[in-house]
């Protein structure tokens, strides 16, 4: 350790190597080796002398020497001036074209919240981003023609009005679109606030606006285009994935957690651009830090090729002049927070506070006024900057890449907001501030118009509009745009899997290992066999599907470097270029994130894909519901399959692990259709029929299945059920004829069989009649009769119509009990349709490890427990005495006094 000399006093003695008054040999290097730097600096400019020692350090490595890693480099832009790629554009037809995007994407805004004050809506965002946005526009973004499929773009969903205004000037949208932005229900529809396909389906392709999601979607369609491309679906020209992102975005866990895998897989087809525009909502992103740093340091070290775009070419001037090296230190010293206050105050403050630190700095500015000083650009408003920089990105090999653009959030708002900490929330600008923006951008605005902020399109003869319209055509067309082309697929008829329907006699079987079945039928289906993608996060195992491994291979781009552990064994780990499993390893998020891809295949590549995504059901709404709320808005289609379900039936994993749940939280999302099957038949009836309505009929619907571990005998179908299955009810086995009382147990998954043998003990010990039902999904139930009790509501003079769970309860006498291994909730979704009420048995409550008998006791969704509430539920109308309800209390052993699970 070589330790200056004066600081040499304050180490113990034996560390202490005084005097020295010689130089040393090192300190003789270190002195040359300045000179040259001096030199360098002086000849070459801060710039270049930073990527000399770059490539030295790179030279020493490759020669073996230690030197440490820098994770992040100089503050200043990747590309340096002199590489720059020459802009290709008329940069004043292209400013001009931008203005008046700009001014409409405000306009919508201001309006909309004019006239209906609490619409809301976003004018800072779009305002920092308009030229990353429209370089790309004009330039790179290409569109969907007959034989390419277009670059998919994630646009940042916030700023959505720009988008909007640029469409406008295309003449996609009219007047009375920007009119009705944020107002839906208006005559005529409206502009959705955000990125939905669901609500605008030939608009938007990427929902995004919640943060971190569409970063980590942008991961995955790249990966499966290089997927699809793999297993021989698609070829020529690869299209782009391009996603733009706010920097405070990036601390979504989402945004940087699947970074890696770009780059494992050598995406070059992404290219992520962060819009730094120092700020997220309540105010700076990283004041007293640097983000552009941090995130130059996070992606570098996940193997991202890194574009940092930070300065304008005004600033190009300034550091070729500055020989001492000290604007690049000041540029580095200050912080975000610094550069905020920058962007607010006048330039004479920035004179003063960022050169004036340095005296030799001052005399740098010394020919600029404050007001060039103030408008010295930022990289990311800089239209030569960011073309260069996506150029690059264009055309680099073998890595994402990310660039990194400094901007100002609610850039040319002035006095309105730009770069104040209220920014983000800046939705009304009175008349002297919009008379500033009209100066600013020089829009063809008159006085008298102004305060009504009226939209403004140049003609379309005019040349701005033929120019934009030009370049768009030599692109391929408009963007964004969602096209769905894709044909039918010829599904399998249930026939298929007569194994599934003629049941297991004598032998065991989960429900779980009945799905594994029918999807290895699906797998070998001529027909469609090569669309279905099983998606998986490392359970392959669990569920019991790692036979597939051999057969169909797990997708890997680099193939099987390594010779397996278990080559020997039939069911190798067999990892292939064009396997067709996606194995994704421990992330739930990015395995739905692939089900996305997958599943909206139809529109994105006109290819008809069919993902099975099944996982934990415990991981999949509770962990990452937003998602698969967000594959109900981009009308992804395909099954999810939650095994392991169930808060008794998978019992050794406890707490964390059990699921009762998953069926109210999905329930919650409109488009997807719920079950919760109980027999293997049931299973290949509801995927038969998916298949049919989602790849034959077209439907924008997905399904949530259940599966369990549990292993029983599965009954043959019996006749005449495929209907109830589908609609959530049907009669599975009657009760036997002639006895005293009358009931009905409802019971779904494995829990039927507690209902079977409450079915048997009520007949034996008590003189009652159960009919078991088996109720595949009670979401199906209620909605269908929610929708009947609204028509007949609106529909007065007319007859009365019945829901399904109506007509078929309406004939039935006695009781009604539900039983399942899911919250009481669950079942308890019927309840107002079923004759005389409905009493309800479920798991609501922590789960615990234990056996599944204990479980189920202690749940009290078990036979006895069914059967007791049975009793209880004739008892309570009078048709059993209530002694006899606490003499079976006793004789089934339950104990009364015990607490339930469910605490408050
Ligand atoms: C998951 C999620 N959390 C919170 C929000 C609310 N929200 C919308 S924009 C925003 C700030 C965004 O800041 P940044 O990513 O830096 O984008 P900028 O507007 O600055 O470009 C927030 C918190 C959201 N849309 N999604
Ligand atoms: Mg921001």
């Known amino acids: ?80 001036a002199e590489e720059q790629a020459p802009f290709p554009g008329d940069r004043e037809m292209e400013r001009r074209l931008k203005s008046y995007i700009r001014w409409n994407a405000m306009a919508m805004v201001v309006n909309a919240n004019r006239e209906h004050s609490g619409l809301g809506g976003h004018i800072s965002t779009y305002a920092s981003s308009a030229t990353l946005c429209e370089v790309g526009f004009n330039h790179f ?55 939905h396909p669901y609500l605008m389906p030939d608009f938007w392709q990427f929902p995004t606006v919640s943060m971190g999601l569409g970063p980590l979607l942008s991961i995955y369609q790249a990966r499966f285009n290089r997927y699809l491309r793999a297993r021989g679906f698609i070829n020529g020209d690869e299209p782009k994935v391009w996603a733009f992102i706010g920097d405070g975005e990036s601390d979504e866990p989402e945004t940087l957690g699947s970074l890696t895998l770009a780059s494992r897989e050598n995406l070059d087809n992404l290219i992520w651009v962060v819009n730094c525009n120092l700020q997220r909502l309540d105010g700076p992103v990283r004041g007293n830090g640097k983000i552009i740093q941090e995130l130059e340091a996070a992606f570098q070290g996940a193997g991202w090729n890194v574009i940092k775009v930070i300065w304008g070419s005004d600033w190009d001037k300034l550091l070729a002049a500055d020989k001492s090296g000290l604007l690049l230190k000041r540029m580095e010293e200050a912080v975000d927070g610094d550069y905020q206050k920058y962007s607010v105050e006048p330039g004479s403050y920035t004179r003063r506070h960022f050169f004036g630190k340095y005296p030799e700095l001052l005399e740098l500015v010394n020919h600029l006024t404050d007001e060039q000083i103030h408008k010295l650009l930022r990289g990311g408003h800089d239209s030569l900057k960011v073309y260069a920089a996506y150029k690059a990105a264009m055309e680099h090999k073998g890595q994402p890449t990310v660039i990194l653009a400094k901007t100002v959030k609610g850039y040319g708002l002035g006095e309105a907001g730009e770069g104040r900490n209220i920014t983000h929330q800046q939705k009304k600008l009175n008349e002297k501030e919009l008379r500033e923006f009209r100066a600013r951008f020089g829009i063809p605005v008159s006085d008298e118009e102004i305060a009504q902020t009226p939209f403004f399109r140049p003609l379309p003869e005019s040349r701005e509009t033929k120019y934009m319209l030009d370049l768009r055509r030599k692109l391929g067309g408009f963007l964004p745009q969602r096209i769905v082309a894709s044909r039918p697929l010829d599904v399998p008829k249930l026939e298929t899997f007569g194994d599934l329907l003629k049941g297991t006699s004598r032998t065991e079987m989960s429900t779980t290992m009945g799905f594994v079945r029918l999807l290895g039928s699906l797998i070998r289906n001529k027909a469609i066999g090569r669309q279905i993608v099983p998606i998986i996060p490392d359970e392959a195992r669990t569920f019991g599907l790692d036979a597939l491994f051999r057969e169909i291979g797990i997708y890997s781009s680099k193939g099987q470097l390594y010779e397996p552990v278990d080559s020997r064994s039939l069911l190798y780990y067999n990892e292939t270029k064009d396997g067709q499993i996606l194995e994704e390893g421990i992330t739930e998020a990015g395995s739905m994130a692939s089900f996305v891809a997958a599943g909206t295949a139809y529109a994105t590549h006109g290819l008809p894909m069919v993902p099975f995504y099944i996982y934990y059901s415990m991981f999949g709404f509770q962990r990452i519901g937003d998602l698969m709320w967000l594959a109900g808005d981009i009308r992804a289609k395909g099954f999810l399959l939650g095994a392991t379900s169930g808060r008794t039936t998978l019992n050794g994993e406890g707490l964390q692990h059990q699921d009762g749940h998953s069926l109210i939280l999905s329930s919650a999302i409109p488009t997807l259709l719920t079950y919760d099957p109980a027999f293997t038949y049931e299973l290949a009836v509801i995927i038969t029929e998916g298949l049919r309505r989602m790849y034959v009929e077209g439907e924008d619907v997905f399904y949530y299945l259940t599966l369990y571990n549990e292993n029983y005998e599965m009954p043959p179908m019996p006749e005449g059920v495929a209907e109830g299955i589908l609609k959530g009810l049907y009669r599975f086995k009657a009760g036997p004829e002639k006895k005293a009382l009358k009931a009905h147990i409802l019971g779904s998954g494995p829990i039927i069989r507690e209902a079977i043998r409450a079915q048997e003990i009520l007949a034996e010990r008590f003189d009652v009649s159960a009919d078991v039902w088996s109720a595949t999904s009670y979401k ?15 529909h007065p ?108």
């Open 1 to 80: 350790m070589k330790v200056p000399r004066k600081e040499q006093k304050f180490l113990p003695p034996d560390l202490q190597v005084l005097p020295a008054p010689e130089q040393t040999e090192e300190e003789k290097w270190l002195e040359s080796l300045e000179t040259v730097l001096e030199f360098a600096l002086k000849d070459q400019g801060p710039q270049k002398t930073a990527r000399f020692l770059d490539g030295l350090t790179e030279r020493l490595r490759a020669r073996g020497v230690d030197v440490p890693r820098v994770v992040s480099t100089p503050y200043i832009n990747t590309i340096p």
């Open 780 to 794: 199906l139930l209620r909605n269908d009769a929610l929708l009947t009790k609204r028509w007949n509501m609106l």
């Open 797 to 904: 003079a007319e007859p009365p119509k019945t829901s399904y769970v109506e007509t078929v309860l309406a004939k039935e006498e006695g009781v009604f009990v539900a039983v399942s291994d899911n919250l009481k909730i669950v079942p308890d979704q019927i309840a107002p349709w079923v004759p005389g009420g409905l009493m309800t048995l479920g798991t609501d409550g922590f789960g615990r490890s234990d056996t599944r008998a204990r479980l189920r006791r202690f749940f009290e969704v078990d036979a006895e427990s069914t059967v007791v509430a049975t009793l209880h539920a004739l008892a309570e109308k009078g048709q059993l005495d209530k002694r006899v309800v606490g003499k079976a209390i006793k004789d089934l052993g339950l104990d009364p006094e015990k607490t339930y699970p469910q605490l408050v």
């Open 141 to 195: 973004f290409r569109g969907r023609t007959a034989d390419f499929i277009g670059d998919m773009v994630y646009f940042q969903g916030h700023a959505a009005p720009g988008i909007y205004a640029r469409a406008f000037l295309e003449g996609r949208l009219e007047e009375r679109h920007l009119h009705n932005f944020r107002q839906e229900l208006a005559e005529g529809g409206g502009l959705s606030s955000y990125p």
